[in-house]
């Protein structure tokens, strides 16, 4: 039985999703950051802020993205002059990752800007209901 597309929750939600980053896109152009490069440099800073000192892997799997990609990012982040990585004296293959001062200065302004976006979003559905939907697709084993 073929279902209209308006009724499919998957098509749906790719729809929500694109409007989305559509709108944290637009939010983080005017500070020089990709969505990508947001969320590492954010997750970086709350980590840092939280008296720890992440390598890369750990950055990796708080932010949910891939490592590979994630080293990528980092250096382009590095380039920009928002983390500095550091040889881990621990494990010399692995990074340890800090943001600088000029790091430290964006991120909460980027978070703040995210966090405008997401309010504005979604507005139009109670903030407990969003957050209890999100955490159940996010997480189904919790």
Request: hydrophobic share 50%; with cysteine; glycine share 4%.
């Amino acid at each position: 039985m073929a279902l209209n597309p308006g009724d499919s929750p998957g098509f749906l939600l790719w729809h929500a999703t694109l409007r989305w980053q559509r709108d944290i896109t637009a939010a983080l152009s005017p500070l020089g950051l990709t969505h990508v490069q947001f969320v590492l440099l954010a997750c970086a800073w709350w980590l840092n802020t939280h008296g720890e000192q992440p390598n890369q892997l750990v950055l990796a799997r708080q932010a949910g993205t891939d490592v590979k990609m994630t080293s990528q990012v980092l250096r382009a982040l590095e380039a920009k002059g928002l983390v500095e990585r550091e040889v881990d004296l621990a494990d010399t293959r692995a990074k340890r990752v800090r943001v600088t001062d000029a790091g430290a200065e964006l991120a909460p302004r980027a978070i703040a800007a995210v966090e405008s976006v997401d309010a504005s979003f979604f507005q139009p559905v109670a903030r407990d209901d969003a957050l209890a939907l999100l955490s159940r697709l996010a997480h189904p084993d919790s």
